[in-house]
């Protein structure tokens, strides 16, 4: 799934809403790959970016500055599972 964080809602980062932290839960429990496309990642507060950090360990969600970025990683993802079913 790739999300431009200029389509989301106002308060979708907000702390105190829980909107992005229901999502990762969501993608992590459905191992749902997605990438989400921020130009400018400094307005993200703290939490979120371990949150963020965690889920970029798993591979389940990922932050990129372009949209070029998030196709090769997405194209490396279908490399991989590829991969998996050759072995």
Same mark, same amino acid.
């Given at each position: 799934? %790739?999300?431009?964080?200029?389509? !989301? ?15 990762? @839960? $969501? ?5 749902? $790959? +997605? +990438? ?8 993200? @507060?703290?939490?979120f970016m371990?949150?963020? +950090?965690?889920? @970029?360990?798993r591979g389940? !969600?990922? !932050? ?7 196709? $090769?990683?997405? %194209?490396? !993802?279908?490399?991989?599972?590829k991969g998996? %079913?050759? @072995?």
């Amino acid at each position: 799934m %790739l999300i431009d964080s200029e389509t !989301l809602f106002k308060d979708f980062f907000a702390s105190n809403r829980g909107y992005l932290g229901t999502l990762l @839960q $969501k993608f992590t429990m459905y191992n749902i $790959k +997605a +990438a989400i496309i921020m130009r400018d990642q400094n307005n993200l @507060q703290s939490e979120f970016m371990e949150a963020i +950090a965690e889920s @970029q360990k798993r591979g389940v !969600l990922k !932050l990129f500055a372009d949209i070029e970025d998030a196709e $090769k990683w997405f %194209l490396s !993802l279908n490399k991989k599972s590829k991969g998996e %079913l050759k @072995q």
